[in-house]
Each structure stands twice: as structure tokens, then as C-alpha cells.
């Protein structure tokens, strides 16, 4: 069953403004749980250090805040712009160019004939290519992984990458430990980060898709856990994935981080989906 209108109501009666539209002092007032104290402590430390105020300040970076309607902090957050990419696979480079020599001799076969043994050997040979690098007839016909110009002389500021992808980077991302007790108020069975996730972060990405182009959202997830409970938690509740199928530069802050993303279309569809379904399953405990 969805969210009642009266439910949607308590979450309009709430606001999402960015930092610098805030009284500073308000920051002060953020603090973490004690089954995760240290953690989430760096976390807010971080979201309110002076330097990431003044990116803030400067435009370098988007923070906001979630507030009840008596103004007490419920979440926090931070976006910044980033960019994806698809690495270059080298094998795949090779394979492509080999596939389409073969191709090209196979072609030229009716002006310059090969002769029906070489042929036979030539096909042969795209299969074996095509068998062991995983490629498909569609990769080699359109030379996916390939770049056509050997010569391009090689430019120190500039990594070459197959192909590059909008996206927007989640940061400092948590909730005040002492906004709970209004949570529990409002008598919402969905667990407070989880419930303003998808009502106010997602939509802010909605709201860059309408001024920018921007594909992904994606996060490094400093999870020191040994059961790896965090990343577990943005992959099942708040559904961000990583696949392998795209890659990031991780700056040295985050070099212990696991780096995960999501299309901004699956996670849109996700936001819908839990608000479509928000009474189907009732908890009182969870807050």
C-alpha cells in the first residue's frame, strides 16, 4: 500500500537546505550513535570541518540538511560532481584488430582470392578470437575497444579511457542520532536515513538531471567493519551497486574505501517503488 497522504505530509513538514543557507551553530548539535561512534563521528567531523564549509561556501560542494519542523538536524549530506569511465582492456584492443584483419582478408577474398584452404583457416581463426576474447560480431563490426589512431602522440595531463559517464559523487552522508527521538514521533515504520534517502537525496539528483547531464550517482564507502555491515546496507536498502562495468579515480582520502555506483534511473524507479509499497510491511522497532 503507499504512503497515506497524512504520512506524506509529516515529510513535507520537513526540509532538505543547504548548509550555507543555515545557522552554523546548528552543526554543532549532529552527533552519532554509539554502536558506530567512531565512524560516524569522522563522518560528521568531516561534513563540518572548516574546509569542506568553505567548498561549501564556494560552490565546490553542495551540503545540505534535513531538518524536522523545530529545526532539529535529521540527516546530512553532501554531492559533488565526478565522472565515470570505462577503462581500456588492452586484450580486447588486440583482439578487435586481429578480428578485423581476418575480416578485412575475408572480404577482399572475391577481388583477391585466397584460395579455399586459407579461407577455411581465416574463419577459423575469427572463431578462436572470437571464443577466447569474449567478444561478439557487434564489438569487432563497430571496433568497440578499439582506437583507430596509433599515432596519437601520448599527452601526460590526459588518460586515455574507452569511454567516460556524467555522474555526481555522494559524500558525508549520515544521520543525527539525536533526530531520532522526533522520528519516533512521527510514527513512520520505515527506519529514518532510509525514509529521507529516498525523499530528499534522490530527488536532488533528479533536480541535476533537469540542469545537467548526469547518469550515476556513486559513493566510496569507508567500511571498516569486518562483517562489511555498510556496504551491505547501501547495496540492499538504499540500492547502490557496483558491477565492474565502470570505473572512478579514487582520490588518497579514499584509497580504504569500496567504491559503488548507481544509474540515477534504477535508483528514481527504487524511490518510486518504496513509496508505492511504504505500508506493506510495518515495523514499530525500526527507527
Not at 112 to 141: F, M, V
Amino acid at each position: 500500500m503507499r504512503i497515506k497522504p497524512e504520512q506524506e505530509a509529516i515529510l513535507s513538514n520537513c526540509k532538505c537546505i543547504r548548509v550555507r543557507n543555515s545557522d552554523r551553530q546548528i552543526l554543532s548539535t549532529i552527533v552519532g550513535a554509539k554502536v558506530n561512534l567512531q565512524e560516524l563521528s569522522n563522518i560528521i567531523d568531516l561534513f563540518r570541518h572548516p574546509k569542506h564549509i568553505e567548498d561549501e561556501l564556494n560552490g565546490h560542494l553542495a551540503s545540505y540538511l534535513v531538518l524536522a519542523p523545530d529545526n532539529t538536524v535529521l540527516m546530512f549530506f553532501s554531492l559533488r560532481c565526478g565522472e565515470l569511465f570505462k577503462g581500456v582492456d588492452n586484450e580486447k584492443i588486440e583482439a578487435v584488430r586481429a578480428a578485423n584483419e581476418v575480416l578485412l582478408t575475408l572480404s577482399e577474398n572475391s577481388q583477391n582470392p585466397i584460395g579455399e584452404e586459407k579461407r577455411n583457416q581465416a574463419i577459423e581463426t575469427l572463431k578462436r578470437i572470437i571464443a577466447e576474447s569474449g567478444l561478439t560480431i557487434d564489438d569487432i563490426s563497430q571496433k568497440k575497444y578499439y582506437f583507430a589512431d596509433e599515432k596519437i602522440e601520448p599527452d601526460k595531463l590526459v588518460s586515455r579511457v574507452l569511454k567516460v559517464f556524467p555522474g555526481v559523487e555522494l559524500k558525508f552522508y549520515g544521520t543525527n542520532e539525536a533526530g531520532k527521538e522526533y522520528w519516533k514521533t512521527t510514527k513512520l515504520h520505515h527506519k529514518m536515513g532510509l525514509t529521507l534517502y529516498w525523499r530528499f537525496v534522490v530527488p536532488k539528483l533528479e533536480e541535476l538531471q533537469d540542469i545537467a547531464g548526469c547518469q550515476y550517482m556513486y559513493l566510496f564507502a569507508a567500511d571498516r567493519e569486518a562483517d562489511g555491515h555498510l556496504v551491505t546496507y547501501y547495496r540492499t536498502a538504499l540500492h547502490i551497486n557496483a558491477n565492474h562495468f565502470l570505473s572512478s579515480n579514487k582520490p588518497q582520502f579514499d584509497y580504504t574505501s569500496v567504491f559503488l555506483y548507481q544509474d540515477i534511473t534504477e535508483l528514481k524507479k527504487q524511490r518510486d517503488y518504496f513509496f508505492e509499497t511504504f505500508n506493506d510491511t510495518i515495523n514499530q522497532d525500526a527507527v
